[in-house]
């Protein structure tokens, strides 16, 4: 089983109000000191789209890794990738669509446009020994086009696969997929030649199914999935996505299923706490709540 931590890139990136590098610096200390194998520690963006993360270049460069921990970034571009390689990144992710429309919202181009931007930058990265991970959104549903039909996500999964991703991401950015439709996509994505230890799965809970979704993608196979601590995260160019699934509430399931993740819980209830006081708001995460009271 491997958690991969999304806080400091996806968790953040929506927050209007501009969060502190010290604070974004302690989270991802914490965030490692609490035994998460994976941490994304920001992304390689333009900040006129995503304000949030316009100091990536100073906190990559100011991040004290821990050893053992891995800290992909991702970068949305060639620009991004030049960048992540000055500030010391080895290892990153790029981003692609399951939908035309997403694809137009969110990077301006096609569906094919998205994965022919990212194909040289997987190709780069790849040739330099880098670890290249890939996301497609919208692999359930999108506000725009409604529920998308399995071969959608599996097509695009079986491109990223054949440039060189190490591990696509199949994401519910909108927070709409069902364990049912959980195991359709993963069925569609085996029939278009990928094999189930690439994927990783990436929840949010806007309809309280994240856990449910989980526990379909465990019996599917799967055996990586993404989360946010505290459960904080959005999507910028998706208004309907609210938080991602929370690290904490998988956490709980995982070890009450007898499935060890190495996480000290109270460590990660305490830091996602303490970043709740830092925004100013609850964390979303039930297990946050029930823990901290």
């Known amino acids: 089983m491997t958690i991969y931590e999304v806080g400091p890139r996806d968790g953040l990136q929506a927050e209007k109000a501009i969060v502190p590098l010290e604070v974004k610096l302690t989270l991802i200390h914490q965030l490692g000191e609490a035994g998460l194998p994976i941490i994304e520690a920001t992304s390689f963006v333009s900040p006129r789209w995503v304000p949030q993360l316009a100091d990536a270049d100073a906190l990559f460069t100011r991040l004290e890794r821990r050893a053992g921990v891995r800290y992909p970034v991702l970068v949305p571009n060639q620009r991004g990738l ?3 390689l ?5 290892e990153v992710a790029v981003f692609v669509s399951a939908t035309e429309r997403f694809a137009a919202e969110n990077l301006g181009t096609t569906l094919d446009g998205a994965i022919g931007m990212a194909a040289p930058v997987i190709k780069q990265a790849t040739e330099l020994g880098l670890r290249v991970r ?20 599996a097509a695009v999964a079986a491109r990223l696969a054949d440039l060189g991703c190490a591990t696509i991401s199949l994401g519910d950015t909108i927070g709409v997929a069902t364990p049912g439709q959980v195991g359709a996509v993963l069925a569609a994505v085996e029939t278009a030649g990928v094999a189930r230890s690439r994927i990783a799965l990436h929840f949010h809970d806007t309809y309280g199914q994240a856990l449910a979704n989980v526990l379909a993608g465990l019996e599917a196979g799967v055996t990586e999935f993404d989360s946010s601590a505290g459960g904080l995260g959005g999507c910028p160019y998706a208004h309907s996505a609210t938080g991602n699934l929370a690290t904490e509430d998988l956490v709980w399931m995982l070890e009450g299923l007898g499935i060890p993740t190495g996480v000290d819980l109270d460590l990660l209830v305490r830091t996602s706490s303490w970043l709740a006081d830092q925004l100013g708001r609850p964390a979303p995460s039930r ?3 029930a823990l901290r009271g």
């Open 86 to 90: 000055a500030a010391g990144a080895d």
């Open 287 to 289: 297990v946050v709540a």
């Open 134 to 153: 890939g996301y497609v959104s919208m692999c359930f549903g999108d506000p725009w086009e409604g529920e998308v039909a399995p071969e959608q996500p």
């Open 82 to 84: 030049d960048r992540a």
